[in-house]
C-alpha cells in the first residue's frame, strides 16, 4: 500500500491554486497533465510501500509525534519548475524557508522508521504540485509570485493508488494539529 502524510490547502488557497493552473496556460499543453483541485496537498512524508501489519504501529508513533507540533502557516511562492528549472518534471508551488514544516516533516519520518518502515529516498523539499510535465521541454513560465499562506492545521494520511488517468488519493486518517 502507498500512503502519505500531507497538509491540504484551505478552500481559499485551493482556489488560487487552480486560478494560477489556468493563467498558465497549463491544460491546454499537450506535455502537461494538471493536478486535480481535489488532489492539491503538501507531502511531509511519503511511503511507497507499506505492509498493513505495520498500519497499527504507525499510527501509535504517528500520534506520539503530533501532539508536540503546533499549528503554523507556510509561505508559498509559484510557478516553480520541480526538481530544477533545467530538468524540470512537475511545476509546483514552493514552500519557503519554514522550520516548522521541516521540523514536522523530520518527525514523521522519524515515527516511520521507529515503526520499521524504509527511510525515503529523497530529502523533503515541501511543494505543491501543480502539473506534471509527460515528456517534452516545459514551457517558458513567469517568475514566481507570493501565493497566500499554507495554513498547516491538520495533517492527513492518504492511500495513494496509481491510474492511468493519474494517482487517486483517499484520505485515511486525520489529526488537527494543537493551537
Not at 60 to 80: G, K, N, T, Y
Amino acid at each position: 500500500m502507498r500512503l502519505f502524510f500531507a497538509v491540504t490547502p484551505d478552500v481559499a488557497l485551493r482556489d488560487r491554486l487552480v486560478s494560477l493552473v489556468r493563467e498558465l496556460g497549463l491544460a491546454a499543453h499537450a506535455n502537461w497533465r494538471v493536478v486535480q483541485p481535489a488532489q492539491l496537498h503538501l507531502t511531509l512524508h511519503f511511503i511507497e510501500h507499506m505492509p498493513a501489519e505495520y498500519g497499527d504501529l504507525l499510527l501509535q508513533h504517528v500520534e506520539q509525534v503530533i501532539d508536540r507540533h503546533p499549528a503554523f502557516s507556510v509561505p508559498l511562492s509559484a510557478p516553480v519548475l520541480f526538481p530544477s528549472p533545467t530538468r524540470p518534471r512537475v511545476v509546483v508551488a514552493q514552500a519557503g524557508v519554514a522550520p516548522a514544516l521541516e521540523a514536522l516533516a523530520a518527525a514523521l519520518r522519524h515515527a516511520a522508521r521507529r515503526a520499521g518502515l524504509p527511510a525515503p529516498r529523497r530529502r523533503f523539499r515541501g511543494h505543491i504540485t501543480l502539473g506534471r510535465l509527460r515528456g517534452g521541454s516545459a514551457p517558458a513560465l513567469p517568475p514566481p509570485q507570493v501565493l497566500p499562506l499554507l495554513d498547516c492545521c491538520r495533517i492527513t494520511l492518504y492511500q495513494s493508488e496509481l491510474c492511468p488517468a493519474g494517482a487517486r488519493h483517499t484520505a485515511l486518517e486525520e489529526w488537527p494539529l494543537p493551537p
